[in-house]
């Protein structure tokens, strides 16, 4: 049986005026895969995750569960089970973190408050300090808390972007194990992430992206043993 393909990107091209940040990319995440992206500063990890999620214009062909994004906007996608968590995280910062996870959900359909609570055992933190403001929570505490609002919206697809950026190691085992519940609730994931070794823990499949294009793709074991990977990605 092959697995059913949930985004499908072929010869993606973004621009911004005169920069060309993707240049050709393929590739796809399958049904219940978690998907690694890794590059350098500037290779387009940010502008893949915005591109996929609706919110830049582009050439060639995105695809979700089979169908052109192109004309959808970003709420169209969210609604169709496609949810992006941006390296902003973009809180709001001067509510609760209890308001901001009920405005995750702004669907508000049934079973938003069991959402909430897989939230809440997911990362304990967060409904100990639900009554706190978003901007004073720490940085990993955000973290947890941006992820968690796109769980609010009962993703199909994750979207999540360089969730470890500027994280103290401490916090990083909180977020590679929330990672893991996340997918075993059913969610499948692509993650981009400067963090090759915390990808490489996850992913059942990671693509290397550089200057705008996929420079190598495989499985975490295989690009493990990659000499070029080894040298300039894991140090050894
Ligand atoms: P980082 O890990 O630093 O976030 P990234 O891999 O996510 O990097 P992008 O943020 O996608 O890379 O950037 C890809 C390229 O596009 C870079 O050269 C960047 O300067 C450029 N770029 C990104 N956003 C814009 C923008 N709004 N206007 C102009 N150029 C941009």
Known sequence: ???????GVEDLHVTYGEVMALRGVDLHVDEGEIVGLIGPNGAGKTTLANTVSGFLDYEGSVTYRGEDVHEKKPSDLVSAGLVHCSEDRDLFGHLSVADNLELG???????WEERRDFVYDLFPRLEERSDQ?????????????????????????????EPTLGLAPVILQDISDGIEEIRESGVTILL???????????????????????????HPDELRGDEYIRDAYLGH
């Open 133 to 161: 403001h978003a901007r004073t929570m720490s940085g990993g505490e955000q973290q947890m808390l941006a992820i968690g609002r796109a769980l609010m919206s009962d993703p199909d697809l994750l979207v999540l972007d």
């Open 192 to 218: 981009t992430e400067q963090n090759v070794t915390f990808t490489m823990n996850h992913a059942d499949r990671v693509y290397l992206l550089e200057q705008g294009r996929v420079e190598r793709e495989g």
């Open 1 to 7: 049986t092959t697995a059913e393909r949930v985004l």
């Open 105 to 111: 959900a702004y669907r508000h359909d049934e079973g």
